[in-house]
């Protein structure tokens, strides 16, 4: 499905620091992390704890959607999306910049 660039704009791609990573309890797949983007901080539940630790998580800057509709996750809200990649064999990396970057940067 291809949208216009237009709709493109419509998403918020943002630069966050990691600044708390947490086991979600009873979850075998899920960790809490909570962002900074600067002027605000959101919460993230994600699926990544086959490949990362929470630990591994902590001061990270990766990269965000953050106008993604809230939900809730084993009865926990998640208000921003982590983006990550998954390759043919399954692996999943987080994105990150390359460089330091100042948090709440856009990604364009």
């Not at 959607?65 to 208000?79: A, F, H, P």
């Not at 998954?86 to 330091?100: A, C, F, R, T």
């Amino acid at each position: 499905m291809e949208i216009s660039f237009k709709e493109f704009q419509k998403i918020d791609i943002r630069i966050g620091k990691i600044v708390e990573a947490n086991y979600v309890i009873e979850s075998k797949n899920l960790i809490k992390i909570l962002v900074d983007f600067g002027e605000i901080k959101k919460q993230a539940i994600s699926g990544l704890l086959k490949w990362y630790k929470p630990e591994d998580l902590l001061n990270k800057l990766c990269v965000f959607v953050l106008n993604i509709k809230s939900r809730k996750v084993m009865g926990i809200e998640s208000q921003c999306m982590i983006l990550a990649a998954e390759d043919s064999k399954g692996n999943v990396v987080i994105l990150q910049p390359e460089k330091e970057i100042e948090v709440g940067s856009c990604v364009r």
